[in-house]
Structure formats: structure tokens, C-alpha cells
């Protein structure tokens, strides 16, 4: 069945440090790849997306690939900030008749100062 | 404030009561999900409505569990003779019909079953 796979936090950055938060999938044919992100007493928001094989989403500083041949849309930051600090859900949906979103895990991310 | 609102945002009951969830989406949105998450796991899809019809359920939607979209507007999760595993984050989203559209999560209800 389709899934998404995230490495396991949570990640303890300093300050202007690097980020990668890896995401891998399982699915048939070409589902659509999504980062959310949940910040402390809040819900869920997109963080960016990637509709097709290749494609850069970014935001706010963000970035991830949509890399068919690895099937991965790893997040990566260059330069995080203590308010970045949050849980970053990578999701796979399909669109069409449902758009249904299939979640990972989750990451926790903690920036310190 | 025009986001997805969920109403209550905290619901505690004692195990075999029947609790009643409500998500208002945003109002252009034809679109509407309900999610379940537990601790340290992502949501998980439960049901989906375009306008008023329901057009899927996950097989985690047991038989105690009913939604509903009267006039394709609002939305209610009810679930029945509650069991402890039934604790958990329940969230709402929607969005636009077509494509790989945002969905616009709320802030979700989140259910205690002693």
C-alpha cells in the first residue's frame, strides 16, 4: 500500500544550523508530496508541495525535491531559527476524487538559542 | 477569522458515552475531511464529503462511528459507546474540489475516554 516514511526525532539544532528531515514513500504511479508543519497549540498547515517528479517546493526558506528515482522529498533549511521549532509532517496524496492525505510520523524539531 | 473551526476543542467522557464533534470549513470549501490522530503517529484519513455526499470511508471507521454534511456546510463526527481507544486528536480539514488542492486543517478536537 502507499506509504511515507520519516526519520525518527527529535532533532536538536543550534541556531543557523542545517537542516535535513528525511521523508521516503511507497506508492504507485505519481501522488503529489506535501511537508506540513504543526507549530506548538496549533493545527496543522502546508508548508510546501511538489505536484511532480522533479519539482522544488520551497517556503519561507524551506526546501524539498520531488525525487521519483529515489522516491524521496527530503526538507532541508539552511539556516534554522528557534521558531522554526515545531512538528514537520511529510504526506503523499493522490488528488483526483478523494485528494486524501497520507501522513508520516512526524518530526519533532527543536531549535535551541 | 475565515480557518476551519472545530468545536469542542476538548471532550472528556467516560467509556460506552456517545460523543458529538462539530467542524465548520471554510465557506467556499466543498471539501471536506475528517483525520484521527493518536500520540506521536500522523492523522490518519477517516471520511470525506464533497458537498453533502460522503464519498469515502477508511476502514478505520467502525460501525460506531457516523459523520454527516446536512446542506454541505458544516460537519459532525459522532461516535458511539465510546472505548479508550478511541482517544485521540480528531481533525477537520478542507479545500477547493480538483487537483492536489491545500487542505486547511483546524485546530481539531481532542478526546479523552476514561
Known amino acids: 500500500g502507499n506509504s511515507v516514511t520519516q526519520m525518527e526525532g527529535p532533532v536538536t539544532l543550534s541556531e543557523e544550523a542545517f537542516l535535513t528531515i528525511n521523508c521516503t514513500y511507497t506508492?504507485?504511479?505519481?501522488?503529489?508530496l506535501f511537508w506540513y508543519v504543526q507549530y506548538p497549540g496549533e493545527g496543522l498547515q502546508l508548508l510546501l508541495k511538489a505536484t511532480k517528479a522533479d519539482d522544488k517546493g520551497s517556503n519561507k526558506g524551506f526546501e524539498a525535491t520531488y525525487r521519483k528515482e529515489t522516491t524521496s522529498f527530503h526538507l532541508e533549511k539552511g539556516s534554522v531559527q528557534v521558531s522554526d521549532s515545531a512538528v514537520y509532517f511529510c504526506?503523499?496524496?493522490?488528488?483526483?476524487?478523494?485528494?486524501?492525505?497520507?501522513f508520516g510520523t512526524g518530526t519533532l524539531l527543536a531549535v535551541q538559542p | 477569522d475565515t480557518g476551519v473551526s472545530q468545536d469542542p476543542r476538548h471532550k472528556i467522557t467516560k467509556r460506552g458515552q456517545n460523543v458529538t464533534f462539530r467542524c465548520d470549513p471554510i465557506s467556499e470549501h466543498n471539501r471536506l475531511y475528517w483525520y484521527r490522530q493518536t500520540l506521536g503517529q500522523g492523522p490518519e484519513f477517516l471520511t470525506y464529503f464533497q458537498n453533502e455526499a460522503q464519498l469515502e470511508k477508511s476502514r478505520l471507521l467502525s460501525d460506531r462511528f457516523s459523520a454527516e454534511r446536512p446542506k454541505g456546510s458544516f460537519s459532525t463526527l459522532e461516535i458511539q459507546r465510546t472505548e479508550q481507544g478511541d482517544s485521540a486528536m480528531y481533525l477537520c480539514?478542507?479545500?477547493?474540489?480538483?487537483?492536489?488542492?491545500?487542505?486547511?486543517f483546524g485546530p481539531g478536537t481532542r478526546l479523552t475516554v476514561l
Open positions: 504526506a503523499l496524496s493522490y488528488g483526483g476524487a478523494t485528494n486524501k492525505l497520507i
Open positions: 506508492a504507485t504511479g505519481y501522488p503529489s
Open positions: 480539514a478542507s479545500s477547493l474540489a480538483g487537483g492536489a488542492n491545500e487542505q486547511f
